[in-house]
T-cell receptor
Framework: AQRVTQPEKLLSVFKGAPVELKCNYS??????LFWYVQYSRQRLQLLLR??SRESIKGFTADLNKGETSFHLKKPFAQEEDSAMYYC?????????FGKGITLSVRP | GAVVSQHPSRVICKSGTSVKIECRSL??????MFWYRQFPKQSLMLMAT?????????EQGVEKDKFLINHASLTLSTLTVTSAHPEDSSFYIC????????????FGQGTRLTVV
């Protein structure tokens, strides 16, 4: 069965500090991993997916199959990064989400 | 990105009545739509997969007679909560993706259902 674990509920950092949002997964077969973001009062939107291997808004995430992890990282957090972040796994748009983590970036 | 619209965004209904929630893909055709439920401070839980022109596929533990899903066209799926009870109060979110493998899922803004 697919499962995604986000061990932390809240991460609070100062502007300019590095950010790492943790995600571990269990998946049978070849996993597709995603990070979704939800800004205040907005809908859920895709931030990045592992198959794209691209950086969006300064965020990157590397799939580590040995550790079954897909941690989201950004070297220098900005205030506008404050949002709810969900790690997800799935295929063909059918997703299993983690519980999410609130990132708060203070000025 | 593509736009998915849900309606209504908020609804309050009396216990025992039914409520219909619409999910529309505004600028693309979606052969598949998904319905999720989100409890306060918890994750999104997949309820069912809505397939255009065929029956929905429900996840384990989701009552198909309670949550009726209709996907009559390539741009519209509806979720009807029948004989709603207070425990059905939740945030319901739909997503839609265009035809094809590994296409991105686009999410609606969600519907807050409160049953009183």
């Amino acid at each position: 069965a697919q499962r995604v674990t986000q061990p932390e509920k809240l991460l609070s950092v100062f502007k300019g500090a590095p950010v790492e949002l943790k995600c571990n997964y269990s998946y049978s077969g070849s996993p597709e991993l995603f990070w979704y973001v939800q800004y205040s009062r907005q809908r859920l939107q895709l931030l990045l997916r592992h198959i794209s291997r691209e950086s969006i808004k300064g965020f990157t995430a590397d799939l580590n199959k040995g550790e079954t992890s897909f941690h989201l990282k950004k070297p220098f957090a900005q205030e506008e990064d404050s949002a709810m972040y969900y790690c997800a796994t799935g295929a063909n748009s059918k997703l299993t989400f983690g519980k999410g983590i609130t990132l708060s970036v203070r000025p | 990105g593509a736009v998915v619209s849900q309606h209504p965004s908020r609804v309050i209904c009396k216990s025992g009545t039914s409520v219909k929630i619409e999910c529309r893909s505004l600028d693309f055709q979606a052969t598949t739509m998904f319905w999720y439920r989100q409890f306060p401070k918890q994750s999104l839980m997949l309820m069912a997969t809505s397939n255009e022109g065929s029956k929905a596929t429900y996840e384990q533990g989701v009552e198909k007679d309670k949550f009726l899903i209709n996907h009559a066209s390539l741009t519209l799926s509806t979720l009807t909560v029948t004989s709603a009870h207070p425990e059905d109060s939740s945030f319901y979110i739909c997503s839609a993706s265009a035809t094809g493998q590994n296409t991105e899922a686009f999410f609606g803004q969600g519907t807050r259902l409160t049953v009183v």
